[in-house]
Nanobody, 124 residues
Framework: VQLQASGGGLVQEGGSLRLSCAAS????????VAWFRQAPRNEREFVAT????????YYADSVKGRFTVSRDSSKNAVYLQMTSLKPEDTATYYC??????????????????WGQGTLVTVSS
């Protein structure tokens, strides 16, 4: 499967954006799909993930209550709805697919297919 992330852009503090991750040459159905982000000079960090079943989601503490990850199997897509955005959310966001073991859903090493990234900039 190949992934393509889109939907990034410039938004003011407090605003919202929805990122999309589309799959091609395959289907998401047998993979967990996660979002990670990386700000300049920072390491890549986990944001959210949704299990292959679609029934379980997990979030980083920094985005809990503000971001929502969902998947639409009919469109072979995963979304990250971001609300109440803060300047510290500024980063390049990546979607990734994999089959993480048990509780290691927040480890980038568990995901072997990555999209190209989409830039989110939140201005204050």
């Amino acid at each position: 499967v190949q992934l393509q992330a889109s939907g990034g852009g410039l938004v003011q503090e407090g605003g919202s954006l929805r990122l999309s991750c589309a799959a091609s040459e395959g289907t998401f159905s047998s993979y967990d799909v996660a979002w990670f982000r990386q700000a300049p000079r920072n390491e890549r960090e986990f944001v959210a993930t949704i299990r292959r079943s679609g029934s379980r989601t997990y979030y980083a503490d920094s985005v809990k209550g503000r971001f929502t990850v969902s998947r639409d199997s009919s469109k072979n897509a995963v979304y990250l709805q971001m609300t109440s955005l803060k300047p510290e959310d500024t980063a390049t966001y990546y979607c990734a697919a994999g089959r993480p073991i048990y509780s290691a859903y927040d480890s980038s090493a568990m995901y072997n297919t990555w999209g190209q990234g989409t830039l989110v900039t939140v201005s204050s």
